[in-house]
């Protein structure tokens, strides 16, 4: 149990590191001067907490494909 919860946070944090990096590319360039500005976002009234809502609704599609294939597998292995 402890190793899947270890798996799934690790995917949630690949998850928002990916999605951070494809949405703001100047996170390779300068990361702390984003960073610094990250309390002054104003996205959908989120504040700085959107980079993890963001990564949370990106991980539940994940994981819905996830569970959706792992159904199709066992319909076709029984």
């Known amino acids: 149990?402890?190793?899947r919860l270890k798996k799934q946070l690790l995917i949630y944090l690949i998850?928002?590191?990916?999605?951070?990096?494809?949405?703001?590319?100047?996170?390779l360039i300068s990361p702390l001067g984003r960073i610094?500005?990250?309390p002054k976002a104003v996205v959908?009234?989120?504040g700085s907490f959107h980079p993890f809502i963001f990564?949370?609704?990106?991980?539940?599609?994940i994981s819905l494909i996830t569970f959706i294939f792992s159904l199709i597998k066992k319909i076709f292995t029984v």
């Open 15 to 27: 998850t928002l590191v990916v999605l951070a990096i494809i949405q703001h590319p100047d996170l």
């Open 44 to 46: 959908y009234g989120m």
């Open 36 to 38: 610094s500005n990250l």
């Open 55 to 61: 990564a949370f609704i990106a991980y539940l599609f």
């Open 1 to 3: 149990m402890q190793q």
